[in-house]
């Protein structure tokens, strides 16, 4: 179990968010939404331990993640809103070398084919900056059916720069792992239903 207590986030002289609670459970999803710098990102990366909170706390099974560390960690897969590509490095490269920095050595040809299900089969060889803004996002996302392992998904627009058949390629893999008794947390400025999944939502920036 997930759980933010009263959490708190302040960058530079802004208070984007205070008193922020939410529960997050097997087999739950929860969206973030709001406008613009209102502190999705920076939530994210609060709860995935990049960042700290300046009041309050986010605990993991009832105790809080920054005891936690890396124990916590591994329990858990972040794609931000940038990718975290190598843009010399291929396709293929980059997604050998994430899964390499989780403790994940996978053979070439298994992860050929994750690309090529993600319709990169043909820019597989090519270095990731001459690939287009889609491409990129969909050689960051290859990672997830190998995290299959990893209890909570931290996901930053996942569905940014992606076609409809991207999107719902990218849909059946999250519904997937929450029926199979994972967690997702995610921004996105977009509809995608994750049809069949207990689906809850908070937002950030609204007026009281």
């Excluded at 700290?52 to 560390?69: H, K, M, S, V, Y």
Aim: a positive charge; charged letters at 25%; hydrophobic letters at 45%.
């Amino acid at each position: 179990m997930l759980e933010a207590r009263q959490i708190e986030c302040i960058r530079g002289d802004r208070r984007l968010f205070h008193g922020l609670s939410f529960r997050l459970e097997a087999k739950q999803a929860l969206r973030i939404s709001g406008e613009n710098g209102s502190g999705k990102t920076s939530l994210l990366r609060m709860v995935a331990g990049l960042s700290p909170t300046q009041d309050g706390e986010i605990c993991w099974n009832q105790a809080r993640i920054t005891a936690l560390a890396e124990d916590y960690r591994r329990e858990l897969v972040f794609i931000g809103h940038a990718n975290g590509l190598k843009e010399d490095l291929s396709a293929l490269e980059n997604l050998q070398h994430a899964l390499a920095l989780s403790g994940r050595h996978v053979d070439c040809g298994e992860l050929r084919a994750a690309l090529a299900d993600h319709g990169l089969a043909a820019i597989a060889a090519l270095p990731v900056k001459v690939l287009s803004q889609g491409q990129k996002r969909r050689v960051a996302l290859a990672r997830l059916p190998f995290c299959a392992h990893k209890a909570l998904w931290i996901l930053d627009e996942p569905f940014g720069s992606l076609d409809a058949l991207a999107i719902a390629r990218i849909e059946q893999l999250l519904v997937a792992h929450l029926h199979r008794g994972g967690m997702l947390l995610y921004t996105t400025h977009q509809e995608v239903p994750l049809a069949g999944a207990q689906s809850q939502s908070v937002e950030l920036g609204y007026r009281r």
